[in-house]
C-alpha cells in the first residue's frame, strides 16, 4: 500500500471515528433571557402558555419534608413555563457552567434570589442526587463528581416578573443543566361558555350528561370559590324545574399527582357541591357524589389548555 493510500485510509477512518453532533430536540430553542451554556444540546423541551409551578428558594429539609415541595422549601408561581434540559460539554465542569449562568443573568437585569451547591442546598443531610425531584426530572441524576449547584434568579419586567431556575448537575455522561422559567401573565379566563339551566337541560336530556366549567377551586383545594355562584345558582334552578331527575355530581381532575389523591380531590369536590345543592333545598337523595379523578379526560393532558377541559364538574342522569 502506497503512502498516499495509506493517508487517505487513515483520514477515512479519523472521519468515522468523531461522534456525530448531537442535535436539539425537535421544535426545541433556547430561553430567550437565560440562553444556553456554549456547546450544549437540548435533549427536553416543553413550553406552555400558561401553567403552576414550584421553584425551589431555599435550603430543603429532606427529614421533614422528603422529596416534597413545601411552603418552607418553595415558592409557587403560575405563568407562562419554559421547561428545558440540556446536556452540556463533557469537558467543564459544573463550577464552570454555573458561573457562565450566574454572569449571564445578572448582564440581563436579573437578581439572584437563592443559590446552593450540593451539602448547602440541604438542612442537615442530603444526598445530591435527590435534587432531581426537584428539577422536575428523573433523568437528571446529580451524583457523581461536582454533584449539584442551583440557582433562583428574578427579573422585574413591566410585563410582568420573570424567574428562571438553572440546575447544573454532574453525572457519569458528563455535565448536565435543567432551565426552568417563569414568565408571570394572567390566564386566559372566559375561554368555556356559561351553562345556564336551560342549556343543562337539554344537555341531559340529549346525551345523559352535562360538563361544567363554572365551579372553581383553588389549586388542591375542595372550597368552593365565590366566583362559582352563578353556575350554582343554574343547577339548583335546573333540578327545581325537574323535581323527577336525580343526577350523580362527579368531580373530574387533570392528570397532575397521583392518582389516589385525584380521586379523593375531585371526590370532595364533588360533595362540596352537593352540600351546596342540597343548602339550596334540593333533596339529598338525588344527589350522588362522585369523584372521577383522572381517569375520563377529554382532552390531553399534555397541555394547559388540555388540563383546564378536564378540570370540571359533570352532572350525570342517574
Known amino acids: 500500500m502506497s503512502n498516499r493510500t495509506l493517508l487517505a485510509v487513515l483520514a477515512v477512518a479519523q472521519i468515522l471515528a468523531v461522534p456525530a453532533i448531537a442535535k436539539d430536540v425537535a421544535g426545541s430553542k433556547d430561553h430567550p433571557l437565560v440562553g444556553r451554556y456554549e456547546g450544549s444540546q437540548i435533549t427536553a423541551y416543553e413550553a406552555v402558555a400558561f401553567d403552576e409551578q414550584r421553584l425551589v428558594n431555599a435550603p430543603i429539609d429532606l427529614a421533614a419534608d422528603g422529596e416534597k415541595f413545601t411552603?418552607?422549601?418553595?415558592?409557587?408561581?403560575?405563568?407562562?413555563?419554559?421547561?428545558?434540559?440540556?446536556?452540556?460539554?463533557?469537558?467543564?465542569?459544573?463550577?464552570?457552567?454555573?458561573?457562565?449562568?450566574?454572569?449571564?443573568?445578572?448582564?440581563?437585569?436579573?437578581?439572584i434570589v437563592h443559590a446552593c451547591a450540593t451539602e448547602s442546598c440541604f438542612k442537615g443531610a442530603g444526598s445530591p442526587y435527590r435534587m432531581a425531584s426537584f428539577a422536575g426530572d428523573t433523568q437528571v441524576n446529580y451524583r457523581?463528581?461536582?454533584?449539584?449547584?442551583?440557582?433562583?434568579?428574578?427579573?422585574?419586567?413591566?410585563?410582568g416578573d420573570v424567574h428562571a431556575a438553572v440546575f447544573v448537575g454532574d453525572s457519569k455522561t458528563g455535565p448536565l443543566v435543567r432551565v426552568i422559567t417563569v414568565e408571570a401573565k394572567p390566564i386566559e379566563t372566559g375561554r368555556i361558555a356559561f351553562v345556564d339551566a336551560s342549556a343543562m337541560a337539554k344537555a341531559i336530556a340529549a346525551n345523559g350528561h352535562v360538563a361544567l366549567y363554572g365551579i372553581h377551586f383553588d389549586f388542591d383545594k375542595a372550597e368552593i370559590r365565590p366566583d362559582s355562584r352563578p353556575t350554582l345558582d343554574?343547577?339548583?334552578?335546573?333540578?327545581?324545574?325537574?323535581?323527577?331527575?336525580?343526577?350523580?355530581?362527579?368531580?373530574?381532575?387533570?392528570?397532575?399527582?397521583?392518582?389516589?389523591?385525584?380521586?379523593?380531590?375531585?371526590?370532595?369536590?364533588?360533595?362540596?357541591?352537593?352540600?351546596?345543592?342540597?343548602?339550596?333545598?334540593?333533596?339529598?337523595?338525588?344527589?350522588?357524589?362522585?369523584?372521577?379523578?383522572?381517569?375520563?379526560?377529554?382532552?390531553?393532558?399534555?397541555?394547559?389548555?388540555?388540563?383546564?377541559?378536564?378540570?370540571?364538574?359533570?352532572?350525570?342522569?342517574?
Open 234 to 318: 343554574e343547577i339548583g334552578k335546573f333540578l327545581k324545574a325537574d323535581p323527577s331527575v336525580s343526577v350523580v355530581v362527579t368531580g373530574h381532575t387533570d392528570a397532575k399527582g397521583g392518582f389516589d389523591y385525584n380521586i379523593d380531590l375531585s371526590r370532595r369536590r364533588a360533595a362540596a357541591v352537593v352540600d351546596d345543592l342540597a343548602r339550596q333545598g334540593i333533596a339529598v337523595s338525588r344527589l350522588t357524589p362522585f369523584g372521577a379523578g383522572m381517569v375520563s379526560p377529554i382532552a390531553s393532558n399534555d397541555d394547559e389548555g388540555g388540563r383546564a377541559k378536564n378540570r370540571r364538574v359533570e352532572l350525570v342522569k342517574r
Open 144 to 159: 457523581y463528581q461536582d454533584g449539584v449547584r442551583y440557582v433562583l434568579a428574578k427579573a422585574s419586567r413591566p410585563t
Open 71 to 111: 411552603a418552607a422549601n418553595s415558592t409557587t408561581l403560575e405563568g407562562k413555563v419554559t421547561r428545558i434540559r440540556y446536556d452540556a460539554p463533557k469537558d467543564r465542569s459544573t463550577l464552570e457552567i454555573m458561573r457562565n449562568f450566574e454572569e449571564s443573568l445578572r448582564s440581563k437585569g436579573f437578581e
